[in-house]
């Protein structure tokens, strides 16, 4: 008799278990030879070699199941137990949807200039992607990264957004300064939410395998095996721009969005934004995205508004 410590990660052991361990119990039932004891995010089987290797070759595929589509039942796990692993991963292969987001929800390009986007990816380490508000620049990117973190391609995410009207207001705001950047940082909260649980999501940004944080912090980094984006980059100055961009490491993807004609930065200070498109546009690896109205994925009305705001901007 052999015994093992299988240690379940990313919050995922009461998902594993099920509602009154009804997972668990269908576990037993096909691994009877299978002594399973949970102790926290531990698993503790034992058993004969053979037996375990066959539990653990299981266990993993439905570990896989369940970090893809964050929730797995007692119908499934049979299902995967009794499936050869073949065609596990071909029920597995999507290439459409980029990641599947809580309970389930299908994230994927919902435009053919989203759909760019997810291509230009895998081609390219470096891609701006330009557009008004509502088109999704933002929230396919945070999906893009959280697919490469499930895929094993990065080891962490890094998010960041210029904290531009904190400049002169930051210190009058209440708490700490984690508590004063928050706010700025929720649109990038909100589509991890969308996409993560929320035990794993905050043992991840606990770890540092998620780090959300105002550009001013990425001075001085190096940032290698990581998908990192910068979101609201129409606010970031020249100086800031490149000091961002020179901060690529080794096995790194950037993605930069923003909307160029909607910079915060205070009068005479020019958008790094718009000068690194003209200046990077020729470049081999870098990729320049930009999508329109036509794009807009939010209620109908704001493609609406953006149209008026246009025609009296002329």
Known sequence: MSERILEILGGNIADLLGHQD??????????????????????????????????????????????????????????????????????????????????????????????????????????????????GKTYISVALAVRALKNKEVKRIILTRPAVEAGEHLGFLPGDMKEKLDPYMQPLYDALFDMIPSGKLQEYLERNIIQIAPLAFMRGRTLDNAFVILDEAQNATRSQMKMFLTRMGINAKFIITGDPSQTDLIRHQKSGLAEALKLLKDIDGVDIIRLSDHDVVRHPLVKKIIDVYKITEK
């Open 22 to 135: 009804e997972n668990l119990k269908v576990l037993r039932k096909f691994f009877p030879k299978v002594k399973i004891v949970s102790r926290g995010n531990m698993l503790k089987i034992t058993g004969a070699e053979e037996s375990l290797d066959e539990f653990e070759r299981k266990l993993n595929l439905i570990l896989e199941y369940l970090d893809r589509f964050n929730a797995v039942d007692a119908e499934t796990i049979e299902k995967i137990i009794l499936s050869d692993e073949t065609d596990f991963r071909k029920f597995m292969q999507d290439d459409e949807v980029v990641v599947y987001g809580v309970g389930g929800r299908i994230i994927k390009p919902r435009t053919p200039n989203q759909h760019k986007i997810v291509e230009s990816v895998k081609k390219n380490d470096m891609v701006f992607v330009t557009g008004p508000a509502g088109t």
